[in-house]
T-cell receptor, first 114, second 112 residues
Framework: EPEVTQTPSHQVTQMGQEVILRCVPI?????FYWYRQILGQKVEFLVS????????KSEIFDDQFSVERPDGSNFTLKIRSTKLEDSAMYFC????????????FGEGSRLTVL | RKEVEQDPGPFNVPEGATVAFNCTYS??????FFWYRQDCRKEPKLLMS???SGNEDGRFTAQLNRASQYISLLIRDSKLSDSATYLC?????????????FGTGTQLKVEL
């Protein structure tokens, strides 16, 4: 069964460092998303990406965040200068065409900022 | 008012019980509605879509009331394996993104 894969599964970094989280969405999917979940809190939307550009972003997705789809398969989230409050589980998700709400999530990348 | 609001629980129920979860949403223009399930420290997974006419999938029944902006999920004959957090999810139509907005989730614990 096709799946969304994410790497790394866990990253520990020092405050102020740059982090890149990687995702390989399901191959024929067209819409890509990043969500995050701070421990014990709800799943929060960060950004959606379609047709090689950001289609929507939340207030959380400020200038320290960026996304790229560099090579047609990977979908990356870069956090330029990490803060303590960026510690969370980051989920990548993708979906195919059509007005379906089924997002396929990866297993997540846990980011710990010290 | 929160975009998607749920009672966080936890709901502790004995095996075999029937349990109901409720959810309200604030944006009347929302187009599609879903229940996702999230196991502890795992990714969310689609449980079922919610249709205006109500829909059933085995022991699970979902209902939508657009006038009241209210969604429900009923689980009958609950199993130990139903223990999880149930996320009410609303999709609005945006510029190509179709963002899903998640509620905080309702935690269910099914006990022997």
């Amino acid at each position: 069964e096709p799946e969304v894969t994410q790497t790394p599964s866990h990253q520990v970094t020092q405050m102020g460092q740059e982090v890149i989280l990687r995702c390989v969405p399901i191959s024929n999917h067209l819409y890509f998303y990043w969500y995050r979940q701070i421990l014990g809190q709800k799943v929060e939307f960060l950004v959606s990406f379609y047709n090689n550009e950001i289609s929507e972003k939340s207030e959380i997705f400020d200038d320290q965040f960026s996304v790229e789809r560099p090579d047609g398969s990977n979908f990356t989230l870069k956090i330029r200068s990490t803060k303590l409050e960026d510690s969370a589980m980051y989920f990548c998700a993708s979906r195919g065409s059509g007005n379906t709400g089924e997002l396929f999530f990866g297993e997540g990348s846990r980011l710990t900022v010290l | 008012r929160k975009e998607v609001e749920q009672d966080p629980g936890p709901f502790n129920v004995p095996e075999g019980a029937t349990v109901a979860f409720n959810c309200t949403y604030s944006n009347s223009a929302s187009q599609s509605f879903f229940w996702y399930r999230q196991d502890c420290r795992k990714e969310p997974k689609l449980l079922m879509s919610v249709y205006s006419s109500g829909n059933e999938d085995g022991r699970f029944t979902a209902q939508l009331n657009r006038a009241s902006q209210y969604i429900s999920l009923l689980i009958r004959d609950s199993k130990l394996s139903d223990s999880a957090t149930y996320l009410c999810v609303v999709m609005g139509v945006t510029g190509g993104g179709n963002k899903l907005t998640f509620g905080t989730g309702t935690q269910l614990k099914v006990e022997l």
